[in-house]
């Protein structure tokens, strides 16, 4: 057995590590003063060296035909408008209440697989879904007098990353037989900086910027985590068994990142809310069992 083999889950931790970490902090440049739109651009820059490392791995091979290219963009375009839209969100909403909802992109992928790849999910998953749909309203639970989030924009925000990466979820399940996983990363990685423009036409460049390390330095610190984890789990999922990462990979991350969040507010949830994270992590769990069975 090679060594990468023998390593596959090195890469399953650094990837719960980087991307349960980036999920609690990732708000911290934007309340230093470092607008959500630019820290869109910092993390767009930051997909660049990781989908070079990958293709530096892969003996510098691109996938350059017209299926590649085209489901690779589509599958950049949706995760990387769910990015941006996700940056926006972290501004009205906690990093607890956010991460765990987006936990269940799975429902969104089976669904789709149900509908239009004609793909059947056992009890396993639909289990997993009714559980999504009853952590939802659990999450969404304000109690009498709470300040910690006001309104349900948060929730209506969240469903965009929410339907837009459970769609690349499921545009990954045959892009990834046509292409090699460091060609799908790299055309998510040029379709994420073909969005810049877009996310330096919504900076509002009148307003105060802070420029300092607290800013654009820690948001490019922080982005990396997420460039660089999603790159792990390419690399996981290549030299490891499917049915052991996708499950831990979709659990973990998320407790990670409320357990970081919930630290760094120094709050406790109400007692409802804290069942619904733990039946919307509950419910990821048994999605990833159903996704690694169809796959």
């Known amino acids: 057995m090679s060594r990468e083999k023998k390593n596959w889950l090195i890469y399953v ?7 349960g970490v980036w999920g609690a902090v990732i708000e911290i440049p934007e309340k230093n003063g470092f607008p959500t739109t630019l820290g869109y651009v910092v993390w767009a820059f930051t ?5 070079l490392a990958a293709l530096k ?4 091979k691109l996938d350059f035909n017209k299926s590649a290219i085209l489901w690779g963009s589509l599958a950049g375009l949706l995760g990387a408008g769910g990015q941006l839209v996700l940056f926006f969100t ?12 987006l936990s ?22 639909w289990i997993g879904v009714i559980l999504a749909l009853f952590s939802i309203f659990m999450l969404s639970y304000q109690p009498a007098g709470s300040t910690q ?4 924009t948060w929730m209506l925000l969240t469903a965009v990353p929410l339907f837009a990466w459970g769609a690349q979820g499921y545009i990954l399940r045959f892009a990834n037989e046509i292409m090699s996983a460091e060609s799908l990363y790299f055309y998510m990685m040029v379709t994420s900086v073909m969005l810049i423009p877009l996310a330096l036409y919504m900076t509002d460049f009148n307003q105060p910027i802070h420029w300092g390390f607290s800013g654009p330095y820690l948001s490019a610190i922080i982005q990396s985590l997420n460039a660089f984890g999603a790159l792990c789990l390419v690399y996981a999922f290549r030299y490891g068994k499917a049915i ?5 990979t979709t659990a973990l991350s998320p407790v990670l990142t409320v357990a970081l969040s919930l630290a ?11 069942a619904g994270i733990v039946l919307a992590i509950v419910a990821a769990l048994l999605m990833g069992f159903e996704e690694v069975r169809n796959s």
């Open 244 to 248: 052991i990462i996708a499950p831990i």
């Open 90 to 101: 972290l501004r009205i909403a906690p990093a607890y209440l956010v991460f765990p909802l």
């Open 13 to 19: 931790i650094i990837h719960v590590l980087f991307i």
């Open 104 to 125: 269940l992109t799975p429902v969104v992928t089976i669904l789709l697989a149900v509908l239009f790849l004609h793909e059947k999910t056992g009890k396993t998953g």
């Open 149 to 152: 989030v006001s309104g349900y």
């Open 57 to 60: 791995m892969k003996g510098w």
């Open 264 to 274: 760094l507010y120094q709050t406790i949830p109400h007692p409802i809310i804290i």
């Open 47 to 51: 997909m660049v060296p990781a989908a």
